[in-house]
Nanobody, 129 residues
Framework: QVQLLESGGGLVQAGDSLRLSCAASGRTFSNYVVGWFRQAPGKEREVVAAISQSGRNTDYVDSVKGRFTISRDDAKNTVYLQMNSLKPEDTDVYYC??????????????????????WGQGTQVTVSS
């Protein structure tokens, strides 16, 4: 059973940085896609960033491009989301997710909720103005 545990959330001021971590147990992240999503109350969960099986391809929602970076450390079996220049509108619960798929195209970066099978419990990020 794959279990994901997010950490690193908190309360910060606008312009600050945070680094979220997602640790996996029950399986490695190596050669699997991983995504970071966020969800505000009453809103649909949206992808923030995702990384391909190969680890060499990433994609981001437009609102965080240039500010957030997703990375994977296979040795530590952990995926990170470095968030810089945080804005109040980044306030949300952040989730990491992965799946068991083996894509023929290793550069593919899935960005839809239904493409992921395993989810963490989430970590709250609050950015004050």
């Amino acid at each position: 059973q794959v279990q994901l545990l997010e950490s690193g959330g908190g309360l910060v001021q606008a312009g600050d940085s945070l680094r979220l971590s997602c640790a996996a147990s029950g399986r490695t992240f190596s050669n699997y896609v991983v995504g970071w999503f966020r969800q505000a109350p009453g809103k649909e969960r949206e992808v923030v960033a995702a990384i391909s099986q190969s680890g060499r391809n990433t994609d981001y929602v437009d609102s965080v491009k240039g500010r957030f970076t997703i990375s994977r450390d296979d040795a530590k079996n952990t995926v990170y989301l470095q968030m810089n220049s945080l804005k109040p509108e980044d306030t949300d619960v952040y989730y990491c997710a992965t799946n068991s798929a083996r894509y023929s195209t290793r550069s593919y970066v899935p960005k839809r909720n239904y493409e992921y099978d395993y989810w963490g419990q989430g970590t709250q990020v609050t950015v004050s103005s």
